[in-house]
């Protein structure tokens, strides 16, 4: 007897950051700690909902680069070692805050956290993450959907339109393989959109996929239902588009739950605060201060005092706010369905990584949240897009407006004055592997490993990660570096497939290095792929109602 539903949808992405050629790679931490932090307790949390029968749905994107790391052996075994450090250092941390009742505690808490991770990583899990998702897909709860095959920014990319089909191509094979069936649902990257992808979402079955708010409010002609259900492009597939809302609620830490004073403060961290001759053998190359993830305090207000973590009184308020958002979300559904003549459907995205790295406890409020709707309510129901597609197969066709979820709401955050330089890089390496795939048609040998690996480095020079890192100001150099490194690396193989002059043994060292997408077939960026797609709409149609 539910009045309307509410779509939450985790989008987990990182970029591929991988080198065997270093024992410790500072980057390759992002990972570690992601793994630790976010990806490990949403999954607990899924399966402890599932083991207490809880009827819950939840969609979430998993990343072709992502699941490409977790299915590293390189980084696996990586990553147990840096699990294992961690775990180290969490029983030097209880023995030192033994007369310290006021971290002793929460230095308890660290050393139980790491050894339930390390003990579902390795023993439950068998280092397969993949797979321990995938069987939660399996379950019926959650929907896993795909996003870019390197999370490139599609609105700036397409000056080529087979470099938008190689991004949904090998993303999609590269889903089949890891969970044996085609995705029904797709991540923009960014959300960034423009007239005309979705014809390619369509070539691959996608039914669905993400938009910010304007997306759809903008839309030729104007929908019906505004942001709360969904549209039909002229392809067929579906547009959803965020609820401000909602997403405002959590998201923010200004006047969303995760500034919250009695959470976690993320920056204070004791990679700081001690002493190096203590923490310095936990840290990079013993001197290098960065987050080791024990971290004692809470937020406690705006200045630089902090005060003590005091665990209970967190998650009080995890409840706390699980209960008000919940709260907010049946008004809002109440109001819209006193107008609308059907159930709305009130979309919640979020950065997976929010929940457990940024916000410490936003794991438990998700799982209060989503027993507090399965059980204290009749208002809303929770849904995933595909299944609301199923119960209202006839929606409004209009197209939506060119947009993204970044700054502003356009592009300015992926083209400005510190990132406006790598495109023409990138367009012209487009050009180039188009220019490749069509001219060898069916190459074998070391000319077939060559253009595979001419189209891995082409994707990894694509993520959207780099300009995002040069535009934030936050590990530039590292961005730079990988950005120039692949564009070299795709330029000098261009050259030698050129020339017929192939380097096998750089070649093979590449292979070795930037290994992803194991069976990538560079014909996905063949222009017959595109040929029969209708042709993007001119901007004049798109122009608001």
């Not at 050259?495 to 194991?518: H, M, Q, T």
Request: proline share 5%; glycine share 6%.
């Amino acid at each position: 007897m539910n009045r309307g539903y509410l779509a939450l949808v985790l989008h987990a992405h990182l970029p591929y950051v991988r080198h065997p050629e270093h024992e410790h790679f500072l980057e390759e931490k992002w990972f570690y700690e992601a793994v630790t932090e976010n990806y490990i307790p949403l999954l607990w949390t899924f399966e402890k909902l599932i083991e207490d029968n809880v009827d819950f749905r939840l969609t979430l994107n998993l990343s072709p680069t992502l699941i490409s790391m977790f299915n590293d052996d390189l980084l696996r075994n990586r990553y147990v070692r840096h699990l294992e450090r961690l775990m180290e250092l969490a029983e030097r941390e209880v023995e030192r805050t033994r007369h310290q009742p006021e971290f002793h505690d929460i230095a308890l808490m660290y050393r139980d956290l790491f050894s339930r991770v390390h003990y579902l990583f390795t023993e439950k899990y068998h280092r397969d993450l993949t797979g321990a998702f995938r069987r939660l897909q399996d379950a019926g709860k959650v929907e896993i959907i795909t996003t870019g095959a390197t999370h490139g920014y599609f609105p700036l990319l397409g000056l080529q339109r087979e470099v938008i089909h190689a991004q949904v191509a090998v993303a999609v094979n590269f889903y089949e393989q890891n969970f044996g069936r085609r995705p029904s649902g797709f991540w923009l990257p960014e959300c960034g959109y423009k007239p005309g992808d979705d014809s390619i979402l369509k070539k691959f079955g996608i039914k669905y996929f993400f938009v910010e708010t304007h997306g759809v409010l903008y839309a030729s002609p104007r929908p019906k239902y505004g942001a709360y259900a969904p549209i039909y492009c002229p392809s067929g597939v579906a547009a959803f588009a965020r609820d401000p809302e909602s997403s405002k609620q959590v998201w923010s830490s200004k006047e969303g739950y995760p500034g919250d004073f009695d959470y976690r403060d993320f920056y204070r961290d004791i990679g700081y605060d001690l002493d190096l001759d203590y923490i310095g053998p936990y840290l990079p190359e013993g001197r290098i201060r960065t987050h080791t993830g024990i971290k004692y305090h809470r937020i406690t207000g705006t200045s630089d005092y902090k005060e003590p973590y005091v665990r209970s009184r967190a998650l009080e308020k995890a409840a706390i706010h699980a209960g008000n958002f919940m709260f907010n979300r049946e008004k809002q559904v109440e109001w819209l369905a006193s107008i609308f003549d059907r159930k709305p459907v009130v979309v919640a995205p979020y950065d997976a990584e929010l929940f457990g790295h940024w916000w410490f406890e936003g794991p438990q409020w998700l799982d209060y949240l989503i027993r507090k709707i399965c059980y204290d309510q009749r208002t809303i129901e929770l849904i995933t897009p595909g299944g609301y597609l199923d119960i209202y197969p006839c929606n409004q066709v209009a197209v939506p407006c060119e947009s993204s979820w970044g700054w502003k709401g356009y592009h300015e955050v992926w083209l400005n004055g510190a990132n406006d330089w790598i495109w023409r890089h990138l367009h012209k390496a487009g050009e180039r592997m188009v220019e490749l795939a069509n001219t060898y048609e069916n190459a074998d040998g070391w000319l077939r490993r060559a253009l595979n690996q001419a189209a891995r480095e082409l994707l990894l020079a694509e993520s959207s990660d780099w300009p995002f890192i040069m535009k934030t100001g936050t590990m530039v150099s590292y961005a730079q570096m990988r950005f120039k490194s692949h564009i070299a690396n795709f330029t000098r193989l261009y050259e030698d497939i050129r020339r017929n002059a192939i380097n096998e043994s750089r070649l093979s060292e590449l292979e070795g290095k930037n290994n992803l997408f194991p069976n990538i077939d560079y014909r996905v960026f063949q222009s017959q792929n595109v040929m029969e797609l209708p042709k993007p709409l001119s901007r004049r149609v798109l122009q608001p109602a």
